[in-house]
């Protein structure tokens, strides 16, 4: 898939961080002291992603790179604040660079200072560099001569004063899902869903059939609950429905590759990551729709209604830190495992308009004390999905695909035990079997 990388530092500087990336064919920008990108010296290059909608026409978008550096990164913030997409947006002129990242920032976009200015839509030419910085989601950033001179930073996210109440609400929240869906389509006739028959997979597959040609992919091992779930929807939408097996020998033989992608051991990183890496290597879509983010904006998780119980100020300070880390907690990682299975995520939930519907909603709209998601789960019953669904509690991808029980079986079957783990140094096995990959 695409992606940049530039330096401003020496061409055998340049040459480092490029030979990282080159492997996972990225598109290379070089930003070469005193200014000379060796593409041209002054130029734009879409770094990554896609923009969605017409608003974003070639005319506009042409509009954007006209005037300074400066004025390009005023442009490129307020792209970043409106535009619903995946993307990074890079601009040269001079001596001057200026990188943008998107509302979200779905899209990675990882830069060093030291020892020499350096950014890379992969993690991949900085593994050994201990000063690794990220550029704010949403924001736009100028670099002359190797240093961050200015920076259009999103603006803080926050709760409306003036809220919504459920009825106000939920059709602004099905009018914007289903734009977000059909602008989608607009660039991509075929949309391919990683479904696991949950509220969220089910309900964009439900809505997207109005706008595209749709097919789902479900990864699971054989007794899997997403995989049970989906194979029981099969037949309700007519769709298509790709079923890819996860056993031992699976996790075994991409786990490398998928550990080199994110740059990361963890094991709740891991166990999300290998399931979308391998829908995006089976599937060869353009797009991967995911329903990443629905949680997050509605109050999806078990943890937030534990978190209401104590009041509702409690769970909305949790939810808002959630939906700021978004990006480093959750999207960056997914995204990176996407790209390495050859394909793009894209996550209709996660839009600039949704978000700002989702903080202007009554806080009850969204959850209580016993239901979560509530309005999302009205939206599915007059979409006419069966009341199982509206009704289906969230079950985390990793035990719902299965590879949570896989890894614990291989631990087990190398005699990997929790006092084994300890001796070497590892919180319990699960996290040695993934280091042992």
């Known amino acids: 898939m695409g992606g940049i990388c530039g330096s401003f530092g020496s061409s055998a500087q340049l040459e480092s961080i490029a030979k990282k990336i080159r492997e996972n064919d990225e598109r290379e920008l070089y930003v070469k002291n005193p200014g000379v990108a060796l593409i041209g010296n002054r130029g734009r290059c879409f770094g990554d992603g896609f923009f969605y909608g017409n608003i974003y026409s070639d005319e506009e978008i042409d509009a954007c790179y006209e005037g300074t550096i400066d004025d390009i990164a005023k442009s490129f913030a307020a792209i970043a604040r409106k535009a619903d997409g995946e993307f990074i947006i890079t601009a040269f002129h001079s001596d001057?660079?200026?990188?943008?990242?998107?509302?979200?920032?779905?899209?990675?976009?990882?830069?060093?200072?030291?020892?020499?200015?350096?950014?890379?839509?992969?993690?991949?030419?900085?593994?050994?560099?201990?000063?690794?910085?990220?550029?704010?989601?949403?924001?736009?950033?100028v670099v002359k001569n190797g240093k961050i001179t200015k920076r259009h930073i999103r603006p803080k996210l926050k709760f409306k004063k003036k809220r919504l109440d459920f009825f106000t609400a939920m059709p602004l929240i099905q009018k914007e899902l289903g734009a977000a869906i059909e602008r989608r389509a607009q660039h991509h006739k075929k949309l391919t869903i990683m479904f696991s028959g949950g509220l969220d997979s089910t309900l964009l597959a439900k809505i997207g059939m109005k706008y595209a040609d749709i097919s789902l992919v479900t990864i699971g091992s054989e007794c899997a609950e997403d995989r049970i779930n989906a194979e029981k929807l099969e037949d309700l939408f007519g769709l298509k429905l790709d079923i890819i097996e996860l056993d031992p020998e699976v996790v075994e033989k991409h786990a490398r590759t998928v550990i080199d992608a994110i740059g990361s051991r963890s094991v709740l990183d891991f166990e999300i990551a290998l399931p979308s890496y391998l829908a995006a290597l089976h599937t060869k879509a353009d797009l991967l729709i995911s329903g990443q983010g629905a949680d997050e904006l509605f109050g999806g998780y078990f943890r937030y209604n534990e978190a209401y119980k104590k009041s509702p100020e409690e769970f909305e300070k949790i939810?808002?830190?959630?939906?700021?880390?978004?990006?480093?907690?959750?999207?960056?990682?997914?995204?990176?495992?996407?790209?390495?299975?050859?394909?793009?995520?894209?996550?209709?939930?996660?839009?600039?308009?949704?978000?700002?519907?989702?903080?202007?909603?009554?806080?009850?709209?969204?959850?209580?004390?016993?239901?979560?998601?509530?309005?999302?789960?009205?939206?599915?019953?007059?979409?006419?999905?069966?009341?199982?669904?509206?009704?289906?509690?969230k079950k985390a991808m990793q035990y719902g695909c299965g590879i949570h029980t896989i890894l614990q079986k291989m631990a087990k079957e190398r005699s990997y035990t929790k006092e084994k783990a300890k001796e070497e140094g590892y919180t319990g096995p699960l996290e040695m079997i993934v280091n042992s990959f």
């Open 319 to 393: 939810q808002l830190y959630d939906i700021i880390n978004l990006s480093e907690k959750n999207l960056e990682r997914d995204q990176l495992a996407v790209k390495a299975g050859g394909s793009h995520l894209s996550t209709p939930y996660l839009t600039p308009e949704l978000a700002s519907i989702a903080l202007s909603t009554e806080t009850m709209t969204k959850i209580n004390v016993l239901h979560n998601k509530i309005v999302l789960r009205k939206i599915a019953e007059k979409n006419c999905l069966p009341m199982e669904i509206c009704i289906r509690n």
């Open 96 to 141: 001057k660079l200026c990188i943008s990242r998107d509302y979200f920032g779905k899209m990675p976009l990882f830069f060093q200072k030291k020892p020499v200015f350096q950014f890379s839509t992969s993690q991949k030419g900085f593994e050994k560099s201990k000063n690794v910085a990220r550029v704010p989601e949403g924001s736009s950033v």
